[in-house]
């Protein structure tokens, strides 16, 4: 039975857990439930770096810089966490022989493939962002949210194929459907924030909700496809390439 302490203190592990924001010392937090509010943690981080963004562009710095800084402080406050885990998954599946995908994806070692995955990535941002002229705050804590809602539906639906590790422990957390239901709910508001910012026009919230919701499951199921199942790698792989994805949609609204 998973200890229960107040949503506070949960959001406080959270962003413990999820990012290197430098945060006081509590004793006595319970890191066991986090992977439930990954999405408000994915909202954090969106805000934290649209915040620069919105600074740099008031300070002159043209948007193709900005994007750049933008991407790279996205991955110092999460300290490469998840950009590791996609390049890891890149790396095993390379492997030809299915057998030995995990014991390369547990090698610290980043071959070739991990190297191609984490430039097409960042690639895919910096070149999306700088094609995102309106509302870039929001659009940035859309894509790091429904990037974590994509990770608790993996969570939920897919094996895991570890016995133990950070994603075994995930797996506890989001134990049932009704565990996805808030992160949904609170994505799916955050989408429809630009209906009410943006005179009520209703086609780049719809296309928000829809894209987020679609790429968020499909990377998930590519990868449970492609595995069997998933690990903690593949859980920020989810994360980063429905990030990535995400941007290049919206960029053709």
Known sequence: MLKQQNLGLQLLAGVIFYTTI?????????????????????LVIGGMVGLLDTGLMYLGMPVLTRSAVVVGVWIAITGGLHLDGAMDTADGLAVGNPERRLEVMADSATGAFGAMA????????????????DYRWLVLMAA?????????????????LKPT????????????????????????????????????????????????????SLTGTWFNHKLG?????????????TEALFLCVLTIF
């Not at 006595?28 to 986090?34: I, Q, T």
């Not at 790091?144 to 094996?159: D, E, K, S, V």
């Not at 780049?204 to 894209?211: Q, S, Y």
Request: aromatic fraction near 12%; proline fraction near 5%.
């Open 22 to 42: 430098p945060l006081p010392y509590i004793d006595g937090l319970d890191f066991r439930r986090v992977a439930r509010l990954a999405p408000v943690v994915g």
């Open 118 to 133: 984490a430039i097409a990535v960042l690639l895919f941002k910096t070149s999306a962002l700088t094609d995102i002229t």
């Open 144 to 160: 790091c949210g429904w990037g974590r809602w994509g990770q608790q539906l993996a969570i939920w639906r897919y094996p895991y």
């Open 165 to 216: 590790g950070k994603g075994a422990l995930h797996k506890q957390a989001i134990a049932s459907y009704l565990d996805l239901l808030p992160g949904l709910l609170l994505m799916l508001a955050v989408s429809g924030l630009l209906w009410w910012l943006n005179g009520h026009n209703w086609m780049m919230p719809v296309v928000m909700m829809i894209g987020g919701c679609a790429i968020a």
């Open 229 to 241: 199942g998933h690990t903690g790698d593949t859980y920020g792989a989810v994360v980063e390439w």
